[in-house]
T-cell receptor, first 112, second 114 residues
Framework: GENVEQHPSTLSVQEGDSAVIKCTYSDSASNYFPWYKQELGKRPQLIIDIRSNVGEKKDQRIAVTLNKTAKHFSLHITETQPEDSAVYFCAVIDSGTYKYIFGTGTRLKVLA | EAQVTQNPRYLITVTGKKLTVTCSQNMNHEYMSWYRQDPGLGLRQIYYSMNVEVTDKGDVPEGYKVSRKEKRNFPLILESPSPNQTSLYFC?????????????FGPGTRLTVT
């Protein structure tokens, strides 16, 4: 079955700096790669997603890049702000079971 | 408004007392799931359902039951809760076809079993 590894588990950056979180996956047939943000005490919410036929997608300060050959995808947050502090989860959909397989999460702290 | 609702939001109970956490979605999604979230362990899937009357085990199904009699509802049942089921529980739903597979989460149910 699909396996997803997410790094780093914690990340601290100064306000205004960039943050990058990386995930690797094992199933080469996977074709959908979302990122979720979970603020403290809240539910996870989708912030950006990418399909396998696209190499990069941007939405204001966030972007996701996908390298299908290497089987990894990354979340990039530029000009970080204190409200970006949260836990971020990557995910992949298992092509056999259609299950979401989540990474273990990255706790991002943006220091003012 | 498109949403997933869960009830109750908070529950404190005692070992062995059967309980049900309800989940409902209004987006006509085929796929529904239950997750538990514990510190340092991320989101672990308990059960999922790809459509009415179709359910399957996730990664941590022991001690839980589900049913999917209607498309919109997917209750989670703990027949005999134990303290190790103390956790934060999320219900979620998503489509199985279309432009996006965005998963919508409910607000969460914080369960404490004493």
């Amino acid at each position: 079955g699909e396996n997803v590894e997410q790094h780093p588990s914690t990340l601290s950056v100064q306000e205004g700096d960039s943050a990058v979180i990386k995930c690797t996956y094992s199933d080469s047939a996977s074709n959908y790669f979302p990122w979720y943000k979970q603020e403290l005490g809240k539910r996870p919410q989708l912030i950006i997603d990418i399909r396998s036929n696209v190499g990069e997608k941007k939405d204001q300060r966030i972007a996701v890049t996908l390298n299908k050959t290497a089987k990894h995808f990354s979340l990039h947050i530029t000009e970080t702000q204190p409200e970006d502090s949260a836990v971020y989860f990557c995910a992949v959909i298992d092509s056999g079971t259609y299950k979401y397989i989540f990474g273990t999460g990255t706790r991002l702290k943006v220091l003012a | 408004e498109a949403q997933v609702t869960q009830n109750p939001r908070y529950l404190i109970t005692v070992t062995g007392k059967k309980l049900t956490v309800t989940c409902s979605q209004n987006m006509n999604h085929e796929y529904m799931s239950w997750y538990r979230q514990d510190p340092g362990l991320g989101l672990r899937q308990i059960y999922y359902s790809m459509n009415v009357e179709v359910t399957d085990k996730g990664d941590v199904p022991e001690g839980y039951k589900v049913s999917r009699k209607e498309k919109r509802n997917f209750p989670l049942i703990l027949e005999s809760p134990s303290p190790n089921q103390t956790s934060l529980y999320f219900c979620a739903s998503r489509p199985i076809a279309g432009a996006t597979y965005e998963q919508y989460f409910g607000p969460g149910t914080r369960l404490t079993v004493t």
